[in-house]
């Protein structure tokens, strides 16, 4: 382990000698590694069998996020193949802090002033990743169309070549794509967005600072992000009264959160297995019969 962690501190320019190094919990994406130099404290993910454009991807979110200056992201070192060695890999700035009373209220402070920059399409330039699934990306002028052909569409595909839809399921969800228009605002403004924003993808730093993490990032309706804070056990309450002081919400929210949550219900099936279909199904029989 030793050598393939000063591989990869000697390319993001830090020769070392590593005074410590151990395995640590975070992501679920190959292995992760605290090392230590006589420089700094870094945060190393790996995995041998990943292309390197899925740490490329993720450095490259962190970057738009970092861009916006709303919240902190951690400083990425290096990201791509491992010298000398099989896989890929991403070098980060390590990130340990307590929270403090103010940390939850910074977290929906930041992620509205990230979700109010202004931005004119939706989308990506390039296709990206959500954990190791693809995430196909592209411009669109419309919500709709790129929450339907980039978004649920190509999920529902995967889950279908997995056996993943019996044919309810898949009447429902090809009813439900065919009326989104009904339950998704053709005027929604687009925002960047972390995309998937979960309560284990922010850590806290130093002084109670809330970092994003992880980020699967495009342009979209802000609500989206919202809609999955809430779909695994939500995030503290003053968080959302943070957010809602800067950004409310529309009244129609909680009508179409079913619908943003799906995508991610989706993601999880694909995942992890039948244990989200009948949460998958009750949103479809919800909106499609």
């Not at 491992?82 to 070098?91: N, Q, R, Y």
């Not at 989206?224 to 003053?238: C, I, K, Q, S, V």
Request: net charge neutral.
């Amino acid at each position: 382990m030793k050598r393939l962690l000063q591989c990869l501190l000697n390319a993001a320019g830090d020769p070392g000698p590593i005074l410590s190094a151990e395995a640590v919990g975070g992501g679920s994406i190959g292995r992760s590694f605290r090392a230590v130099t006589g420089r700094r404290e870094y945060f190393i993910k790996y995995h041998e069998d990943l292309p390197e454009t899925v740490f490329v991807r993720e450095a490259e979110g962190l970057e738009l996020l970092r861009q916006i200056r709303s919240l902190p992201v951690p400083e990425v070192y290096y990201c791509g193949g491992v010298p000398e060695h099989k896989g890929s890999a991403i070098v980060m700035e390590w990130i340990h802090g307590e929270p403090n009373a103010e940390t939850a209220e910074q977290l929906g402070r930041g992620l509205a002033r990230l979700h109010l920059a202004p931005a004119s399409q939706f989308g990506l330039s390039t296709d990206n990743y959500i954990g190791e699934l693809p995430q196909p990306n592209g411009w669109y002028g419309r919500w709709p169309e790129f929450l339907r052909e980039r978004r649920l569409a190509p999920m529902a595909q995967l889950a279908e070549r997995k056996g993943l839809l019996p044919e309810s399921r898949r009447v429902r969800l090809a009813r439900l794509l065919d009326s989104l228009d009904r339950w998704v605002p053709a005027d929604s403004r687009p925002s960047l967005l972390h995309g998937d924003l979960w309560s284990g993808n922010w850590i806290v730093g130093r002084g109670g600072q809330p970092y994003l993490i992880d980020p699967a990032v495009f342009y979209g309706d802000r609500e989206f992000d919202l809609a999955f804070t809430e779909l695994f056990g939500g995030f503290p309450a003053r968080f959302y009264a943070a957010y809602r002081g800067l950004a409310p919400l529309s009244r129609e929210y909680e009508d179409r959160r079913p619908i943003y949550q799906l995508y991610y219900l989706l993601v999880h099936l694909i995942l992890f297995g039948e244990s989200y279909g009948p949460a998958i199904d009750r949103i479809l029989r919800r909106y499609a019969g």
